[in-house]
């Protein structure tokens, strides 16, 4: 059994795996929801790498050489921490990996519906739109009343984006602190208020 054997369950890019095989580890994969895959693979494997997919509390005594479930995501939700624990398996996560990367989309998905990109899509493919129809003017995302509900580091990011293109703020969470551009307001100031309203 070697401390130097990784699994990899799901996607991982190749620089990441180029730099793990450089350092003198070896490396396998398997796909993502493919229990019997990933046993049979990782059967002496000291660390595994996963994503989506959940760690069954039972898997643990066929995995004896397991000394960490590395999650590349955020939360402990998928990974049954307290068995870890028993079996001496470390458990770690990558909090705030993809907060831009979920608020760049938040607000991509905002200017969709404003500007009704399918719409207008949808529309040149099917060779209606040779001028510009009234019909698939969109709206601007400058002036609008974008509502956050919850202001952890995603809609932080969010709000700070949103600023950039002249939207309002306003914030709702639990706990009240002080926004970094947008104006904290009550959940039913928030809702009467909000153009476009985002959970997080």
Do not use: C
Not at 17 to 31: M, N
């Amino acid at each position: 059994m070697s401390e130097k054997r990784i699994h990899i369950v799901g996607d991982l890019h190749e620089v990441a795996i180029q730099k793990f095989t450089s350092a003198g580890y070896d490396v396998s994969h398997s796909p993502n929801y493919d229990e019997k895959k990933l046993l049979s693979l990782a059967s002496d494997a000291a660390v595994i790498i996963m994503t989506d997919m959940a760690f069954d509390k039972n898997w643990f005594d066929a995995l004896p050489n397991l000394k960490l479930i590395a999650r590349r995501g955020v939360g402990y939700d998928i990974i049954p921490v307290e068995s870890a624990t028993k079996h001496g398996v470390w458990v770690t996560n990558t909090p705030g990996a993809n907060v831009i990367a979920v608020a760049e989309l938040a607000v991509t998905l905002i200017l969709t519906v404003l500007r009704k990109v399918n719409q207008a899509t949808n529309s040149v493919q099917k060779g209606e739109a040779l001028t510009y129809p009234a019909s698939l003017m969109g709206h601007n995302l400058s002036g609008k009343i974008i509502g956050l509900i919850g202001y952890g580091q995603i809609a932080q990011n969010l709000e700070k984006i949103l600023h950039g293109f002249g939207a309002h703020v306003l914030v709702y969470s639990r706990t009240k602190r002080e926004t970094l551009y947008g104006q904290f307001v009550s959940y039913d100031t928030l809702l009467e208020q909000s153009d476009i309203i985002s959970l997080r």
